[in-house]
């Protein structure tokens, strides 16, 4: 099993990104879908989740501002980032928890994706 990431970049404070991170490989079901991100020289951080029905969560200094989504049918979760500040500058990172088979579970990370935003 992999996530692969796509999206990110550079873009101007009050501009918009979207990410996007596809499971593949031998997926028998994937429960929540997640994503982190670690900003420069801090530590990693949890920015939003959904779950397989769809609930979602999100960090207090996203909220309003980002917005999770996931297809269930292609295994891919998305996030859609409005409103960027500065501080939003940071390498994201997908997380899923994937079940290969009906009892084992195992949690996979995507390669990460810079998203840069200047002010």
């Known amino acids: 099993v992999q996530l692969v990431e796509s999206g990110g970049g550079l873009v101007q404070a009050g501009g918009s990104l979207g990410l996007s991170c596809a499971a593949s490989?031998?997926?028998?079901?994937?429960?929540?879908m997640d994503w982190y991100r670690q900003p420069p020289g801090k530590q990693r951080e949890l920015v939003a989740f959904?779950?397989?029905?769809?609930?979602?969560y999100y960090a207090d200094s996203v909220e309003g501002r980002f917005n999770i989504s996931r297809d269930n049918a292609k295994n891919t979760v998305y996030l859609q980032m409005n409103s960027l500040k500065p501080e939003d500058t940071a390498v994201y990172y997908c997380?899923?928890?994937?079940?290969?088979?009906?009892?084992?579970?195992?949690?996979?990370w995507g390669q990460g994706t810079q998203v840069t935003v200047s002010s």
């Open positions: 490989g031998n997926i028998f079901r994937i429960e929540n």
């Open positions: 997380h899923a928890q994937i079940y290969s088979l009906p009892t084992i579970q195992y949690d996979f």
């Open positions: 959904i779950t397989k029905d769809r609930s979602t």
